[in-house]
């Protein structure tokens, strides 16, 4: 036998102390690397428990959700496991059924907090211009002028915009809120498909999708209207939710050549907890003590009530953060990656500075995010003397935070496109810009969009410097403009920690970190999700 | 690279050459700003501290033992601080360099395919909670844990040796705001850090001094420690650096977890300092910001307490790149 061999080889005690040695090791590592796991998954466990509050709920409790709910999501989870088409399906249709219900939620409630009527005079302003101009350069043909009067037109647009806010506003806060709801989410997603229709189908098909986009938005109106339901919450609802969904299942049962079982996934999910619910209340089974309930996502802070206590402003408060935040820091940081990846020579006294740059964003990278706390409050209140703590000044202060970030993840997105398409383009007599722009970019989109996606993830959670520029603790409703005061989910978190109540120590803030790690979760996830369709995307091409 | 490419401009006309040259000089203008990033983080923290030193002096600032900016007679001295965030570093690099260090090489040499499509985003979102909900969790899940055997006391020298005097060491037990538990969550939250930049160094190292090592006989232990991690030694110490510098600057776990209570270390009975309430140079800044009156010197203060978290952490993060770039190791 081999180990017999080995021993004859040399001298068999320190060959298997050798190999114990090895494995003892290996062992060890595995062990570390499981440390960290470890603690994430106490963290998860300690915090739900108390959110969920899982141990008052009965044995016949665990039972009755086994068999509705785990029982039928392990089985369809095995059988699709070795079936590939089945699996694709699968993640469209979660995809579509979740993706399109967050997302509609939010292009309802943050038009809410800003008044929708305001969302609409600006955008009226921001995209009306823009239009023209493409209108003009496919009726006339382009010129070299075209490509940069799109941005010039929007940005002068939103200024006339801010300039006869005051003229009109009052005209447009004439218009019922749904209309508005028509104008500023059904309008564009109609149109949004029926150009993609267009291109695939032809214009008799596109005329029919944008056609029943608006269907649904005015079916979910008249449904809310006649139950006494919000009326612009269900326009967006029918828009945004409703039609691509339909629009999903329908497609895959009419030309999906295999996997169609596929689209039972969120069903078995969905169905299983509303069966679970409604057994529960049928049988009159002692439930689960959550506070993640309603009110704590709908409702405001009380100090007072634990049971009245809700984030409802935080949330909103943290994802117009964020949002601002985004729209304000890609662009710039996106673009000082361009320069250093495509632009910037590495000889002469540009190349130093592209190195100057390089060790500058490093450094940036590692300044603490109280310091930029400071920067934020020297800048918005020492500078431009504005009030302390304001949306626009949260948003900025968060941006310069990611920069550096969305600048390094940009960068390597950038150096991952194969120097043989520049080659290819230059060759071809494109120029610098047509090459990146036509080229470079579109190869680079996903790596782009999982670094922005990830900085966005980890500014959510972001407290220390709000709490620098003053950022308040408690608002009893989102920010209603860039002026306007800011709140976010962890301040809130922040500031109740500490609290001795165990209904707020274990309970509220328990459920509100719940909240906020499922926001983390499901950008993380967004972004994990671009990265292998990405990767496997890139190898399949290879 | 890109950039040695020669640009065809031959038969464009002079606006295209312009727009061109415009948009050039749009992206450097990006480029640029996060220079005036660091221009003005250096020019708004350094002129409110020249301000706060015209009022106290440096050297009480420097030397000072007593921090209370906030109650009665101010009292503005750095080293309880800069003691207290030492502290925690300290306890937490004793947690996360080890455990990232083995995850690193247990993730680029053992690993397989699989477990690594599993560790690497586990280890993703350990890094990507946010640090109040790490605070939240110290706190109150992690103090009482911590607490559960205290207090204890260990015979060092066991009774009954006649030559030697009986001790023993007493490890108190936790108040409800302490060092340890602070330190704990940061230390897990910076091994993401350690791990995933030392892994970075330890996969540069090229296969060629792998095989030579088993070619020569050597056991995957021997080929683990005595020659990947030495050729990677540069990578992994600046990450090392680079995440004790993230310790010092860490914020909302340490002031939620370790409290409000600024103080120098107890200096016979050590165990004393982690059991404790303690502050930060972070946590400082956060309660100043968080105070009824601020105005004059308790304001710049808090720039001062910055400047000297931003000096630190600058020359921690220069450190680590002359590190990675001096001592790294070229193969080609």
């Not at chain 1, 996903?446 to 966005?456: H, Q, R, V």
């Not at chain 2, 002129?47 to 900016?69: A, R």
């Not at chain 2, 015979?155 to 006649?162: H, L």
Request: net charge neutral; charged share 10%.
């Amino acid at each position: 036998m081999a180990v017999d061999m080995d021993d004859t080889l040399e001298g068999g005690r320190s060959l298997r102390w050798r190999r114990f040695k090895g494995q003892l090791f290996e062992g060890l590592l595995a062990g570390s690397t499981l440390i960290g796991l470890a603690a994430l998954g106490a963290l998860f466990v300690y915090i739900s428990l108390d959110a969920l509050g899982l141990t008052a709920a009965a044995p016949s409790w665990y039972l009755l959700y086994f068999a509705t709910l785990v029982l039928p999501v392990s089985a369809y989870t095995l059988y699709i496991r070795r079936r590939p088409a089945v699996a694709a399906v699968n993640a469209r249709a979660f995809a579509v059924v979740f993706g399109t219900l967050v997302l509609s939620l939010l292009v309802y409630a943050v038009p809410a907090a800003l008044g929708p009527h305001d969302v609409l005079l600006f955008l009226l302003f921001g995209t009306l211009p823009p239009l023209a101009v493409v209108g003009h350069a496919k009726t006339y043909g382009e010129s070299h002028l075209t490509g940069p009067a799109i941005p010039v037109s929007v940005i002068l647009g939103i200024g006339a915009g801010f300039l006869l806010y005051s003229v009109l506003a009052p005209v447009f806060t004439t218009l019922i809120d749904w209309v508005a709801y028509l104008f500023i989410v059904t309008l564009p997603i109609a149109l949004a498909v029926g150009v993609l229709a267009d291109r695939r189908w032809g214009r008799r098909a596109a005329l029919g999708t944008a056609g029943a986009v608006v269907a649904a938005a005015l079916a979910g109106l008249g449904g809310a209207l006649a139950l006494g339901q919000n009326p612009s919450l269900w326009v967006v609802l029918g828009s945004g939710f409703v039609a691509p969904v339909v629009f999903v299942y329908v497609d895959t049962l009419r030309n999906a050549e295999s996997g169609r079982i596929g689209l039972l996934g969120p069903v078995v999910l969905v169905g299983g907890i509303v069966l679970g619910a409604t057994l529960e209340s049928l049988l009159g089974i002692t439930g689960l003590e959550s506070w993640l309930t309603p009110t704590l996502l709908l409702e405001s802070w009380s100090s007072v009530q634990a049971e009245q206590a809700g984030v409802y402003p935080q949330i909103i408060g943290s994802i117009m953060i964020v949002g601002l935040m985004g729209l304000l820091s890609f662009p710039v940081g996106i673009g000082a990656a361009i320069y250093l990846e495509e632009y910037a020579p590495s000889t002469g006294w540009r190349g130093r500075l592209a190195t100057a740059l390089d060790v500058n964003i490093s450094n940036l990278a590692g300044v603490p995010s109280v310091v930029y706390g400071l920067l934020g409050l020297a800048l918005f209140r020492q500078v431009f003397g504005l009030q302390p703590g304001i949306l626009l000044a949260a948003a900025a202060t968060l941006g310069l935070l990611s920069l550096p970030i969305v600048i390094v993840a940009a960068q390597e997105a950038l150096r991952s496109v194969p120097d043989a398409y520049r080659q290819g383009s230059y060759g071809m007599g494109a120029s610098r810009w047509q090459t990146l722009k036509n080229v470079v970019l579109p190869e680079a989109v996903p790596g782009i969009l999982t670094g922005t996606i990830l900085a966005l993830g980890r500014a959510i959670g972001e407290t220390a410097p709000l709490v620098m520029i003053g950022v308040a603790t408690t608002r009893f409703s989102p920010p209603d403009g860039l002026f306007s005061g800011a709140t976010a989910l962890p301040l809130q978190i922040f500031a109740a920690a500490g609290n001795a109540k165990p209904e707020y120590r274990t309970g509220v803030v328990a459920a509100a970190a719940i909240v906020l790690l499922v926001l983390m979760l499901i950008m993380n996830a967004t972004a994990i999700l671009i990265r292998n369709r990405y990767e496997i995307n890139s190898t399949k091409a290879e | 690279m890109s950039n040695n490419q020669p640009t065809p401009t031959l038969q464009r006309d002079g606006l295209a050459v312009k727009k061109e040259k415009l948009y050039g000089y749009l992206l450097a203008g990006c480029g640029v700003l996060t220079l005036l990033v660091t221009l003005g983080i250096i020019l708004s923290l350094s002129g409110q501290t020249l301000i706060f030193f015209s009022e106290v002096s440096f050297v009480s600032y420097i030397t000072g033992t007593d921090w209370s900016p906030l109650i009665g007679a101010a009292d503005y001295g750095v080293l309880p601080l800069i003691s207290g965030t030492l502290i925690i570093t300290f306890v937490s690099a004793l947690i996360a360099l080890p455990v990232g260090l083995a995850a690193a090489i247990y993730l680029s040499e053992y690993a397989s395919p699989k477990a690594r499509s599993i560790l690497k985003p586990g280890l993703e979102i350990l890094a990507g909670v946010p640090t109040v909900i790490y605070g939240y969790f110290a706190l109150v899940y992690l103090t009482p844990l911590l607490d559960g055997p205290l207090p204890l006391s260990v015979p060092v020298v066991p009774a009954g040796i006649p030559v030697l005097p009986e001790f023993t060491l007493v490890i108190p037990s936790l108040q409800t705001f302490n060092v340890l538990s602070a330190s704990v969550v940061v230390g897990i939250m910076i091994i993401p850090m350690v791990s995933s930049i030392s892994e970075d160094a330890i996969s540069a190292v090229p296969d060629t001094l792998r095989n030579a090592a088993y070619g020569l006989g050597s056991t995957k232990f021997d080929v683990s420690t005595k020659v990947v991690v030495p050729a990677a030694t540069s990578g992994i110490v600046s990450s090392y650096v680079l995440a004790l510098s993230r310790a010092i600057g860490e914020t909302m776990a340490v002031t939620i977890a370790a409290g409000m209570s600024p103080r120098m270390p107890y200096f016979p009975d050590i165990l004393r300092n982690l059991a404790d309430s303690s502050q930060t140079i972070t946590a400082a800044m956060v309660q100043i910001a968080g105070a009824e009156s601020r105005s004059g010197a308790v304001f710049e203060s808090m720039f001062a307490l910055g400047m000297t978290l931003f000096v630190i952490t600058l020359v921690m993060n220069l450190l680590a790149e002359l590190v990675r770039r001096r001592f790294r190791e070229e193969y080609s």
